[in-house]
């Protein structure tokens, strides 16, 4: 199996923290499908402070035989969003995307290519944005060996012809407990400890500490899986701060 990409790296942790998590917001995701094969789903946002709503229209369709996908998304703040994903096709593992999306309220274009490419022992994917000029490119890099993860990430702008971005990250998995280091801009160091406690909970801790503030961050989360459809969340970090969270499909 290849390894996951970069901004997957952690997740196991961030997801006790992140999942189940929606402050002052009213969410609703509905997902169908049609027999051509025709994925439709809908989705919907209310802030309860403002009784804003934001919501999304997407259908995804595959053409398996040529190993493209098309996928068509519209949102209520009149943006328009087209993907065309080409898979396996140039190169067994290569994934190719041309994604652009269109505001006709300002008249705003933009456009961006993808590329991954997966491996038994390497993860590598990039993108670049073609469409507005100044080209800003996005590259990284996860290398596997048995239960060992090693990443690099970057930032390019062409603008500036100067790095942005410059990140590390190690993760050690083994089968109940997944540990994470990273480093971000020699500034921002970061590390987290995922546990499997056993089927229905999770447990996570997260550390952080930014070098140009001296400022540190602590967190605990513990997730319970009440069945296969329903959880219950719970965290708290070093201000004191408790979150609970309550999700049902």
């Known amino acids: 199996m290849s390894p996951p990409t970069y901004g997957d790296l952690g997740k196991s942790s961030r997801d006790v923290f992140n999942k189940g998590y929606i402050s002052g917001l009213f969410k609703l995701d509905v997902k169908s499908s049609t027999d051509s094969g025709v994925k ?5 946002l209310m802030a309860s402070e403002n009784s804003k709503v934001n919501g999304n229209l997407e259908m995804k369709h595959s053409c398996k035989d040529y190993g493209v996908t098309f996928t068509e998304k519209w949102t209520t703040d009149n943006t328009l969003n087209a993907t065309v994903d080409v ?6 593992g290569l994934k190719l995307s041309l994604d652009s999306s269109y505001s006709p309220v300002n008249n705003e274009k933009k456009s961006k290519v993808k590329a991954t490419y997966k491996h038994d022992l390497m993860t590598l994917n990039g993108d670049i944005n073609v469409l507005p000029t100044s080209p800003l490119l996005n590259a990284s890099l996860v290398l596997g060996h048995k239960n060992w993860l090693g990443g690099y990430q ?9 790095l942005t971005k410059n990140a590390f990250a190690i993760d050690y998995c083994a089968k109940d407990f997944v540990l994470h280091t990273n480093m971000n801009d020699g500034n921002v160091f970061g590390a987290s400890i995922y546990q499997k406690v056993n089927p229905q ?6 550390l952080g500490y930014t070098s140009s503030s001296n400022a540190s961050t602590f967190g ?7 069945d296969s459809g329903c959880s219950v969340s719970a965290k708290v970090n070093n201000s004191g701060i408790v979150g609970l969270g309550f999700h049902t499909n």
Request: glycine share 12%.
């Open 40 to 44: 439709l789903s809908f989705g919907g």
């Open 87 to 92: 898979q396996d096709k140039l190169l067994q």
């Open 154 to 162: 970057l930032s390019f702008d062409s603008s500036k012809s100067k």
């Open 201 to 206: 909970v999770d447990a996570g801790v997260n």
């Open 220 to 226: 605990i989360g513990l997730k319970y899986k009440v």
